[in-house]
């Protein structure tokens, strides 16, 4: 059973960078796709960010282009995502997902694991 575990989520000001951990557990972590996904309050969890199993290749979603970065560290067992040039439409619970490379990424359906998340909060 895989288990993912994140940290790094917490408060910062309009203009400030965050750097988001995911640590995975249990499973044959280098073949998994990763992802990253936020729920704000009221609204649909909503894709951020996928990265393939060996960490060449990314997407991301428009919103968070050239202000966002994912990276896959496979001897670690770790995904990452720097945020910088944060907005207070960044708030939410961020969620680190892995599942197969056959997919996409950018669904959540694409993924089995899910961490239990971690909260973002921008204040302007």
């Known amino acids: 059973q895989v288990q993912l575990v994140e940290s790094g989520g917490g408060q910062v000001q309009a203009g400030g960078s965050l750097r988001l951990s995911c640590k995975a557990s249990?499973?044959?972590?280098?073949?998994?796709?990763m992802g990253w996904f936020r729920q704000a309050p009221g609204k649909e969890r909503e894709f951020v960010a996928t990265i393939g199993a060996t960490g060449v290749t990314s997407l991301y979603t428009n919103s968070v282009k050239s202000r966002f970065t994912i990276s896959k560290d496979n001897g670690k067992n770790t995904v990452y995502l720097q945020m910088n040039s944060l907005n207070p439409d960044d708030t939410a619970v961020y969620y680190c997902?892995?599942?197969?490379?056959?997919?996409?990424?950018?669904?959540?359906?694409?993924?089995?694991?899910w961490g239990q998340g971690t909260q973002v909060t921008v204040s302007s």
């Open positions: 249990g499973g044959s972590f280098m073949y998994y796709r």
């Open positions: 997902a892995g599942g197969s490379a056959y997919y996409s990424g950018e669904s959540a359906t694409h993924y089995n694991y």
